[in-house]
Structure formats: structure tokens, C-alpha cells
């Protein structure tokens, strides 16, 4: 997939690797975590060899989870995990016209509220998972009811991440046409941005810092 000539640049290259490392290790572990919490879904260690091999696989898929889990806590704060006032709490009256139609929503910056949402809810019980989970792995070394609580902690992450990942898997295709390309080549097209970010949009473009496929960035062009 090539960027053409006119898109914008939304995400570089670390972003992307981060998003994908992320979104991989949760799939895995909202997947073998489905294999062991419930009876019923017992049948996805089959192919595995068993339950004990799919404790493996989540337990260290786990350990490659904390790490891009670091790196998007450090990537993505300032932008994704501070809501601004009044504009966002105007944006979430009205849903940002996804659930009615709203006439003129309120402009976001580069993440509108629901990702913001979206991103604390990995930021907040990603970390309770880890936490949780690191306990679990070492259930005779520590004291028994530290260790107990942790069970159902661990569940209530999993029950609030694995909603919130599907949703924003689901926007981020089929519900937001547009936006998958953001995270294959980390351009988008203006038209997506003027009706997703326009006002990162409009202040990318005040301060010169818009990158533009196929043209010269302003600010560089005078270097």
C-alpha cells in the first residue's frame, strides 16, 4: 500500500510498530485468556497441545505486552490521555454525530474523546493486568490473599479492554472508512482529516508542521 500524492502524515514509523506490537499481544492474550477463564472456549488450547501450553503462550505473550505497553503510555499521553474542556465534554453530548446526526460536531484535535477513552481504558487496566498477572505467575511466593484478589482484578481488566478493543478495531475499518491506512503507511486523506482531526489539522498547517506525500514541507523547504 502506497500513500498517494496529497495524503497526510499521521503517524510515523514508531507509532505504527508500537500500534501493531500493541494490538498483536492483545489479541493473543484476550484470546487464550477467553481459552482459560471459560469452559466453553476450553477448545482453543487444542491446537495448542492443551491448557497448560496456552497459560505458556499468554503468560509470556504477556511479557512482550508490558513493553508496548510502556512505549504507548510514552508515545501517545499528552495527546490521547488528557481531555480538554469544554470542547470534549461538548463532543460527548452529542457523540460526535456517530450514534445520530449532528449538524456541525465539535472539532477534535488528532484524537477525538472516544479514542481518548479508548486509550485510557488500555492505559489504566493494561497496567492492572500486568500487575495482577505478574502476581498470578508466582501464586507460592506471595502471600495467599494478595494473590486472590488478584483473580478477579485480572477478569475485570480483561472484561473492559476486550469491548473497547473490538470497538475500536470495528471504527477503525469498517465504521470510520478511511483510517485503516493510517496504520499501514501512516497517511490518511485530507478529506479524512478535515472530518476526523480538523484542528490538529488546521494547527499543523499554522505551524507548518503538516507533512504532505509528494510535496515539500514548508518549513524545511527554507533549510
Not at 41 to 58: E, M, Q, R, Y
Not at 161 to 167: D, E, K, M, N, Y
Request: charged share 15%; with cysteine.
Amino acid at each position: 500500500m502506497i500513500p498517494k500524492k496529497g495524503m497526510i502524515k499521521v503517524s510515523d514509523g514508531f507509532e505504527r510498530i508500537i500500534h501493531w506490537w500493541l494490538a498483536i499481544t492483545c489479541l493473543i492474550l484476550i484470546i487464550t485468556g477467553l481459552g482459560m477463564m471459560f469452559h466453553s472456549f476450553n477448545f482453543l488450547a487444542i491446537p495448542l497441545g492443551g491448557l497448560k501450553n496456552l497459560k505458556l503462550v499468554h503468560n509470556f505473550t504477556g511479557l512482550f505486552f508490558i513493553p508496548a505497553l510502556f512505549f504507548a503510555i510514552l508515545k501517545w499521553w499528552r495527546e490521547a490521555g488528557i481531555f480538554e474542556f469544554p470542547e470534549d465534554l461538548e463532543w460527548i453530548m452529542c457523540a460526535g454525530g456517530y450514534l445520530w446526526h449532528v449538524e456541525n460536531p465539535p472539532e477534535t484535535g488528532k484524537y477525538n474523546p472516544g479514542q481518548k477513552a479508548f486509550f485510557l481504558a488500555v492505559a489504566v487496566f493494561g497496567i492492572l493486568m500486568v500487575i495482577s498477572g505478574l502476581i498470578m505467575w508466582f501464586p507460592l511466593s506471595l502471600p495467599r490473599i494478595l494473590v486472590s484478589w488478584m483473580y478477579p482484578l485480572h477478569a475485570l481488566g480483561m472484561l473492559v479492554i476486550f469491548p473497547f478493543f473490538f470497538i475500536h478495531l470495528y471504527l477503525g475499518t469498517i465504521g470510520v472508512p478511511g483510517s485503516a491506512p493510517a496504520i499501514f503507511t501512516g497517511y490518511v486523506t485530507r478529506t479524512w482529516c478535515e472530518k476526523q482531526c480538523p484542528k490538529w489539522l488546521r494547527e499543523m498547517e499554522e505551524s507548518g508542521k503538516l507533512e504532505v506525500f509528494g510535496e515539500e514541507r514548508e518549513g524545511a523547504a527554507h533549510h
